[in-house]
């Protein structure tokens, strides 16, 4: 039996805030906004655990975790806003573009069900 992916969530929300809750303590990276950045990586992280892989979750995991680094470069003063968003647009454009590739497949909730013919004449 397979475990539900939804009962995930808890426990990688508690282990990232607790993270980031660490991290600060111990003055590894004081400053930063753990609750911030690291719920972005959760929702990244999140999309392929609910989602498994398929288009949508090849756009929205990998943008979100990567806003998260991002947003930890920023912290720190390496990296300037009016730089990161261009490349968070960029990024969303070269994921856009691979998940076109057909061999990655549409989400399960876009496609439509289809009866199987037993349904539609019952006998």
């Known amino acids: 039996m397979q475990p539900d992916r939804k009962t ?3 426990p ?11 991290l600060t303590t111990l003055g590894v ?4 906004d753990w609750i911030w950045t690291l719920g972005l990586a959760i929702v990244g992280l999140l999309t ?3 989602s498994g892989i398929d288009k949508v ?4 995991g990998p943008l979100f975790i990567f806003a998260s ?3 930890i470069l920023r912290q720190t003063g390496r990296l300037r806003f009016d730089v990161e968003i261009p490349i968070l647009v960029i990024l969303a454009g070269v994921l856009l573009l691979i998940a076109r590739m057909p061999a990655i497949p549409i989400p399960k909730w876009i496609i439509p069900e289809t009866k199987t013919r037993s349904e539609d004449n019952p006998r």
């Open 8 to 10: 995930l969530i808890l």
């Open 12 to 22: 990688l929300l508690l282990i990232a805030v607790g993270t980031g809750w660490l």
């Open 48 to 50: 392929f655990a609910v």
């Open 57 to 60: 979750s090849l756009v929205i």
């Open 69 to 71: 680094f991002l947003s």
């Open 29 to 32: 990276a004081p400053g930063i």
